[in-house]
């Protein structure tokens, strides 16, 4: 990016909050200094519509202008906005140059002018799918390959970084790279509703209305739970949403909770949201995360061996955004002390943020927490008893140690009295398959024993 322009964002993003940083200078692209002859210079900016010239310039302009002439030391200097919609939102935008992938990596190439809005590094091929989201993964692959048929609308919800955003992207590029001609609108609920108080306060709601509602094939809306409270902004949603469904467009939502768990969303929304299909994204499991890792990795050309990724899978429950985070610092780390990403560097450079690695369980101390768990002795578990009192807990803890410590099928079956790999990878299924068809028993037991370990 250029140095000028830089500077002058720095200066914003302590002046602005950062939701507003993020929604209106995100979108910008510096286009450079353009002297115009008659000794007048301006830094040219491209933005993806009018609403945004026209927002910036009634709101920021004098920051900009200001920023602008201090760092270029030209106090003539003024800016000119160009629509450029092809710029896609704030993510990419502000991301540091990625690598160029390699030729077989490439997204298939997308028709610009209508994809305004999408994230690039999101589609369905990089998208890895596991129980915790086959559902929603599912659901939106069959939205795009029928929009606006049978799965319309389409509600994705699940927890901060889950990949509700993904999904939603991988949706429009798909049904670009299908459809070349299809309209599609990408756009985050606070967005929509910064747009449309702008346009309420210019006397501009028709144009805005004809955007939506007329101009529109694919509506893809992420994050609707800010409209939370937002009376008039729903209002105007639920029209728009008519609009669109009764002329078969697909309409794609997502949102961290379940429809009725939004907080202030009108009544009527709510059961709109639920027309269609309602699809729910879980934490992803240890062997969906191991896969996101080395993907993750894979992408960035981040060498990894299946030890670290492993490991770092299972440091990293919560959600993919912050398994990311802590991927990409340790290369950075691992760059910059010049050392090779082994599972003791890692372990290393996670102890400092992260108190639980220096207390990873061992087998060991699974099986006690089970013992303890089902009042059994540790003589039992490692018996060849077959009573199910005892059978079960041993099945359990030998899915808990595959699962949770990554431990061969082979090493567990010494370590329960001299078993056969074979008997552990039945155990492992079994346990696992129960779980999968949300057998409530089992998946009690289970959480029950992490916690009791504080996994
Ligand atoms: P959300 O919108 O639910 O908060 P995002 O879609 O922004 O989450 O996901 C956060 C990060 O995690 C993104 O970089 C996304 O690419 C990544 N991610 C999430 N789930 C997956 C997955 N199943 N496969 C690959 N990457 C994923
Ligand atoms: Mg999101």
């Not at 994230?119 to 029928?146: C, E, M, T, W």
Request: proline share 5%; net charge neutral.
């Amino acid at each position: 990016m250029n140095e000028l322009w830089e500077s002058t964002l720095n200066d914003l993003r302590t002046q602005l909050s950062a939701e507003s940083f993020e929604t209106w200078l995100g979108a910008v692209a510096y286009d450079g200094l353009v002297n115009d002859g008659i000794n007048a210079t301006h830094v040219r900016l491209k933005v993806p519509n009018r609403f945004y010239s026209e927002w910036i310039s009634s709101h920021y302009l004098d920051l900009i202008v200001t920023s602008l002439r201090a760092h270029s030391q030209q106090p003539e200097l003024s800016v000119r906005f160009e629509l450029d919609e092809k710029l896609v939102t704030s993510t990419e935008t502000k991301s540091p140059t990625p690598t160029p992938p390699r030729p077989s990596q490439r997204p298939r190439p997308e028709a610009p002018r209508l994809t305004t809005g999408l994230n690039p590094k999101y589609r369905f091929d990089n998208f890895i799918v596991g129980p915790s989201n086959q559902l929603a993964h599912a659901a939106s692959v069959a939205a795009a390959s029928a929009p606006g048929q049978r799965y319309n609308p389409l509600f994705l919800y699940g927890g901060v970084g889950l990949g509700k955003t993904h999904l939603v992207n991988a949706v429009g590029h798909r049904v670009c790279a299908d459809k070349p001609d299809a309209r599609i609108l990408y756009v985050s609920a606070e967005r929509f509703t910064n747009e449309f108080i702008w346009a309420l306060q210019n006397h501009q709601i028709n144009e805005f209305r004809d955007r939506y509602r007329n101009h529109c094939d694919i509506l893809l809306m992420d994050d609707i739970q800010f409209l939370a409270g937002r009376e008039q902004t729903q209002e105007e949603f639920f029209h728009t949403f008519n609009a669109l469904y009764h002329s078969d467009r697909q309409i794609v939502v997502s949102s961290d909770v379940y429809p009725q768990q939004i907080r202030e969303m009108e009544d009527r929304l709510v059961s709109r949201f639920q027309w269609g299909m309602v699809a729910d994204i879980q934490a992803p499991e240890l062997d969906t995360r191991v896969a996101i890792v080395k993907k993750k990795a894979e992408q960035e050309g981040i060498p990894l061996s299946d030890e670290v990724a492993f490991f770092l899978a299972q440091m990293v429950k919560s959600n993919v955004r912050e398994l990311e985070g802590t991927l990409l610092r340790l290369a950075v780390k691992a760059e910059l002390m010049k050392r090779p990403i082994d599972l003791e560097f890692a372990k290393d450079a996670l102890r400092a943020s992260m108190p639980r690695a220096e207390t990873l369980k061992t087998v060991e101390d699974v099986q006690r927490a089970v013992c303890e768990y089902f009042n059994i002795r540790m003589g039992d578990l490692k018996s060849h008893r077959r009573h199910r009192s005892v059978a079960h807990p041993r099945m359990v803890a030998m899915y808990l140690c595959r699962q949770r410590l990554g431990t061969s099928y082979t090493e567990l079956g010494d370590r329960f009295g001299g078993k056969d790999h074979t008997t552990v990878m039945s155990a492992v299924r079994k346990i696992g398959g129960l779980i999968d068809k949300e057998d409530q028993d089992v998946r009690g037991t289970v959480e029950a024993i992490e916690r009791k370990l504080g996994m």
